[in-house]
């Protein structure tokens, strides 16, 4: 809880200004951390594709997503999962050559032991041995072309999933990143 609002709650919950009337005051929300649901991250990746279109922030580029019919459910935030998205698909945007960016999305097990896992494949990207080292580190370690990959490995991090960055020999990037397991639903 903050203190904030254990300060308000302990009021009588109304606000005066000076002249001692009524006052509209704005309800606090809890500031706990993220809200955790059930996401369907198919439908994400479309509204996040959607959003870079309409905003024309990948304006030329070929974005093929490659996702299944059914809803691809995972157990983390709506806000922080979006924003992973985005910053995913505008990285491989700017690093995107003639061969454009490819987005795939893998169902979790039907168990619900693991999670979604999905990639975003740049093929004519390219990433240093040292610049990859520093992605993995923090994002103030990286230069701007790629402090939106590292920015999205620390969210990620911070939902419970992992991110891989994986290098081709000449050029190629592909990463991976797995969300958490949505758990069994059916017990």
Known sequence: MSAARDWVGSTS???TDEGGRPVRVASLESVEGPDFHQVDVAALMRESKELLEVTRRIHGIAVKLELPEEAVLARTGVRRTR????????HAADH???AGVRVCLDSPDDFGDEGPRF?????????SERELRAVLLSPMLVGPAHRRLARARELV????????????VEQGLTVTVEL????????
Do not use: I, K, N
């Not at 958490?180 to 017990?187: E, M, Q, Y």
């Open 13 to 15: 919950g109304e606000a």
């Open 83 to 90: 924003q992973v998205l985005l910053l995913l698909m505008a």
């Open 96 to 98: 995107a050559g003639e």
């Open 119 to 127: 990639q975003v494949v740049t093929p004519d990207a390219h990433l």
């Open 157 to 168: 991090e911070s939902v419970g999933g992992t991110l891989d960055v994986a290098r081709g």
């Open 180 to 187: 958490p397991a949505p758990g069994l639903a059916c017990w």
